[in-house]
């Protein structure tokens, strides 16, 4: 089982509506977790972090945690075409104290004009 | 916000030869940096966790003698791929974290090398 799951995609959604971007880990004591957007050819940006389980929101975007459910969201709203990257999903595991991050294979996304 | 800058942006060496990529923390202290590898259409992965002024901790299958990391100061660190092949062409990402406890979580990300091996 890999640590950090994504589904690969592509996601296609239109322009204007919600995107929602899923991501799975397995270490069950993780402690924080990660949004990056990364362009092609461009190294990732950070998008969102969050801690603790709920929502946290940030302009258009939305993490959402489920600890219980070893499960991390990304919502988008209002998807622009420029929104169109590939997410990587990222994650500290509790057994590492550098703070390394293990990076899902990410999901690409395709906002239609 | 934090930046970290990373040199060369990209490189093209003939095969057997050696490239040295540097990672600086512009405006802050990186006790730790981080180097990871991305191949096309793959996510990054870890090749190691550099740590200042002590030798780098390499991942499971990474070769120590063949990539480099020396982490001098709280603010460069370089990677050399020492007698490179085309197989080791890739995208070379460094990142670095903060030390100041309160920004310990946040990984900032240079802005990548692209090495060609021909």
């Known amino acids: 089982q890999k640590e950090v799951e994504q589904n690969s995609g592509p996601l296609s959604v239109p322009e204007g509506a919600i995107a929602s971007l899923n991501c799975t880990y397995s270490d069950r004591g993780s402690q924080s977790f990660f949004w990056y957007r990364q362009y092609s050819g461009k190294s990732p940006e950070l998008i969102m972090f969050?801690?603790?389980?709920g929502d946290k929101e940030d302009g258009r975007f939305t993490a959402q945690l489920n600890k219980a459910s070893q499960y991390v969201s990304l919502l988008i709203r209002d998807s622009q075409p420029s929104d169109s990257a590939t997410y990587l999903c990222?994650?500290?595991?509790?057994?590492?104290?550098?703070?390394?991050?293990?990076f899902g294979s990410g999901t690409r996304l395709l906002v239609r004009p | 916000g934090a930046v970290v800058s990373q040199h060369p942006s990209w490189v093209i060496c003939k095969s057997g030869t050696s490239v040295k990529i540097e990672c600086r923390s512009l405006?802050?202290?990186?006790?730790?940096m981080f180097w990871y590898r991305q191949f096309p259409k793959q996510s990054l992965m870890l090749m190691a966790t550099s740590n200042e002024g002590s030798k780098a901790t390499y991942e499971q299958g990474v070769e120590k003698d063949k990539f480099l990391i020396n982490h001098a100061s709280l603010t460069l660190s370089t990677l050399t791929v020492t007698s490179a092949h085309p197989e080791d062409s890739s995208f070379y990402i460094c990142s670095a974290r903060d030390r100041q406890v309160f920004r310990n979580t946040e990984a900032f990300f240079g802005q990548g090398t692209r090495l060609t091996v021909v």
């Open positions: 969050i801690y603790s389980n």
């Open positions: 990222a994650v500290n595991p509790a057994w590492d104290s550098s703070y390394k991050l293990i």
């Open positions: 405006d802050f202290q990186a006790t730790t």
